[in-house]
């Protein structure tokens, strides 16, 4: 089987994430890395035993040999790398969100319809089997139309202190189940009203909550809380509760599912997202990346995430956040 030579652009915790599952999926070779930091650039190259290395993604995407892009920046550093992959011919997974702006989703979205390779924005919750799960029984009528759903997800202090300088919770979380919303629903939203409370002094709020009204009348409410206990048991509360109008679904991820107690801590390893199975990183991450290249090797569009959903959902994020700078609800275009 022959190999796909890929590359990723941002070494952050998430990008060397990808990097794990890259090295170990057998489709996979991790060509080339890239970050600014020498230091990182050469820490996750000599990890991985990579020897395309590079600081400036424009020699990087140079190289002939280089068949996919996988673009881990942060989330307001997307735009460039991404089309700039794209017009070199490469195929590209970028991470969630999109962009930071509309005018930045439409320029990549652009770039992307007049490209040769593949595009798709990473989102994971789309391959998770219990979220995928859920959409086989509403695909299949088994809970009727939707009306309501309510989706959680809620983070410990220590895991945000970090990133609430960088992005808020409701575009940093909450896009998650605004995408999921869209999936399931298959329909637009219409209007978003949102409130935040600011609990630390960082630059973006701690908490937000969120409604959405969808054009088929259904009720959408995201809440995100990036500030419960230090000492919570767990790393993530999530759950989603849809609700049809002949059934109903329940997704949990609360609690831990798996719980280690050593000596002188307790954790609580990932077992959904990028768990370590046998040596391997594997999970929704690896599923994510095998069904990509699944798609570039045979040549065919990444159907499971259509860019103008992902487009979508920064869109209901962004009037989400207007709609809690202002008060007002706001009606999206």
């Known amino acids: 089987m022959k190999t796909i030579k890929c590359g990723v652009i ?4 998430f990008g060397e994430k990808h990097c794990e599952v890259l090295h170990d999926l057998p489709q996979a070779e991790l060509h080339s890395v890239c970050t600014r930091r020498k230091d990182r650039l050469a820490e996750v190259a000599g990890r991985f035993g990579v020897s395309g290395t590079y600081s400036d993604y424009h020699e990087m995407l140079a190289d002939p040999a280089l068949d996919v892009v996988s673009i881990v920046t942060m989330w307001d550093q997307h735009t460039e790398p991404a089309i700039a992959a794209l017009e070199a011919g490469k195929h590209v997974f970028l991470e969630k969100p999109m962009a930071s702006s509309l005018a930045d989703c439409d320029r990549i979205l652009d770039a992307a319809a007049r490209a040769r390779g593949n595009f798709m924005v990473g989102h994971i919750c789309r391959f998770n089997p ?23 997800r809620n983070l410990p202090r220590w895991i945000t202190d970090g990133v609430l300088d960088k992005i808020g919770p409701i575009m940093g979380d909450a896009v998650h189940d605004t995408d ?6 298959g329909r637009s939203i219409q209007t978003a009203y949102a409130q935040t409370h600011r609990v630390r002094e960082l630059t973006h709020p701690d908490i ?3 409604m959405y009204r969808f054009d088929s009348g259904a009720i959408g409410v995201c809440e995100t809380v990036w500030c419960l206990p230090d000492k919570s048991p767990f790393q ?3 759950r989603m509760e849809i609700v049809g109008t002949t059934g109903s679904i329940q997704i949990h991820d609360t609690t831990p599912n798996l719980q280690i107690v050593a000596n002188e801590s307790v954790s609580f390893p990932d077992t959904t997202y ?8 594997a999970g ?21 995430v259509p860019p103008c959903d992902s487009r ?3 869109a209901a994020c962004l009037a989400a956040e207007k709609s809690a700078e202002t008060g007002a609800v706001v009606v999206l275009d």
């Open 284 to 304: 929704a991450l690896g599923d994510e990346w095998s069904y990509f290249l699944r798609c570039v090797a045979e040549e065919c569009d990444p159907a499971v």
């Open 312 to 314: 979508a959902a920064v």
């Open 10 to 13: 941002g070494l952050g915790w």
């Open 208 to 210: 937000g909550w969120t």
């Open 274 to 281: 990028w768990p370590e199975i046998h040596g391997q990183r």
């Open 180 to 185: 999921l919303m869209l999936w399931y629903t």
């Open 236 to 238: 993530i509360d999530e």
């Open 130 to 152: 219990r979220y995928a799960a859920a959409k086989a029984e509403i695909d299949a009528g088994n809970i009727g139309d939707i009306v309501s759903i309510y989706a959680r």
